[in-house]
């Protein structure tokens, strides 16, 4: 069974002014196979980085969705800490909210809206994977 955690990252403001996150995080959850989903300031950082291995062994996951900046920035930071967690890195995908969703919308209920379907098509990718 999948066992999926979705973490929305707010990228500072770069995400966060244009989009709710946490109500992207509630959306997540609504999915089949999410088990885990919360938001975080920079998922990227050490400490983003440490919230993603730990609920990978508290909560057992079997696939890893960050929605978030461009994978061109971090795709290989989050794939390492995936690997770091005992997952295989490539149990992970990015949805790139930044640059398709939150700069491109100036309407937070729209931008938002628009960002938890791009996450529900990642989760659905993901599981697909399974």
Sequence with gaps: MQRIGVFVCHCGSNIAATVDV?????????????????????????????KIINAIHEKNLTGIVVCSCSPRMHENTFR???EKAGLNPYMLEIANIREHCSWIHKDMEEATKKTAGVAAATVNFMTQKM
């Design 80 to 82: 390492k800490a995936v």
């Design 22 to 50: 946490k109500k992207v995080a509630e959306m997540a959850l609504m999915e089949p196979g999410v088990v885990h989903a919360e938001d975080y300031q920079y998922m990227c950082s050490e400490a983003g980085q440490a």
